[in-house]
């Protein structure tokens, strides 16, 4: 099997970083020889090299645009340049895809590409119908506290290159922020308000690596029953 090495021309980001790994496991599952990530390349002899860089004046014409990258290849060498973080994660996803279909490395590559619509994304309803005032708990929203489901979802968003989820509530702010200034404002128990503080986290930290924003569709209108009764 051909040895492959990555060579990081970019920092340690969590979507650069994400991208990286997306690359390792498909050159492990190609059957590939993976001989793990280099600071440069120098000369590696008979290894095929993958270099990840982020420059946004490498990235060719078609390819320049938020979140737009580059793949080429020059003998050995296969080059993922994105125009931003975003880029380099889309290029790295691209490269993957080509290398699972293919059981290897392409050869002669030259592929740009960036997206038309700046966002892509789907609303979340922590609501229901005929209520703006809907406590965002396990019981209510049992499928919100499922990790294992949201990674799965994650997952599939990230495959079609969504970039964001909106949450619609009335008013979410007490159900993920300790409001110290306004103490009448309780709508759960701490050990309530602590897993949803922790949760949320969770899920800002796995959608960041994933390139997609979290949003909060609210009303101002609209403040919480328990600050509105004191």
Not at 46 to 61: H, Y
Not at 104 to 128: H, S
Not at 168 to 193: I, Q
Request: net charge negative; aromatic share 14%; proline share 6%.
């Amino acid at each position: 099997p051909e040895d492959v090495s990555i060579v990081i021309a970019a920092p340690s980001t969590p979507k650069i970083d994400f991208g990286i790994g997306l690359l390792a496991a498909s050159v492990k599952e190609a059957g590939l020889e993976y001989h793990g990530l280099e600071p440069q390349f120098i000369s590696y002899g008979e290894v095929r090299v993958i270099k990840i860089v982020l420059d946004a004046q490498e990235v060719s014409k078609e390819g320049r645009g938020e979140e737009g990258f580059t793949i080429v290849s020059s003998g050995r060498i296969t080059t993922i340049t994105g125009q931003e973080e975003a880029g380099v994660l889309y290029g790295c996803k691209e490269l993957a895809d080509r290398i699972r279909a293919s059981r290897g490395i392409p050869r002669d590559l030259n592929f740009a590409d960036a997206p038309k619509m700046t966002l892509r994304g789907v609303p979340l309803f922590l609501m229901t119908a005929g209520s703006y005032d809907f406590p965002i708990t396990e019981r209510q929203f049992p499928w919100f506290y499922d990790k294992a489901l949201w990674t799965k979802t994650l997952d599939f968003f990230f495959e079609h290159r969504f970039n964001y989820i909106s949450f619609w509530n009335g008013h979410p702010f007490p159900y993920f922020l300790r409001l110290t200034k306004y103490p009448e404002v309780k709508e759960l128990s701490a050990a309530e308000l602590d897993r949803n503080i922790e949760l949320m986290g969770w899920l800002s930290r796995e959608a960041e690596k994933r390139n997609i924003w979290l949003l909060f569709h609210f009303y101002n209108i609209h403040v919480p029953r328990s600050f509105a009764e004191a």
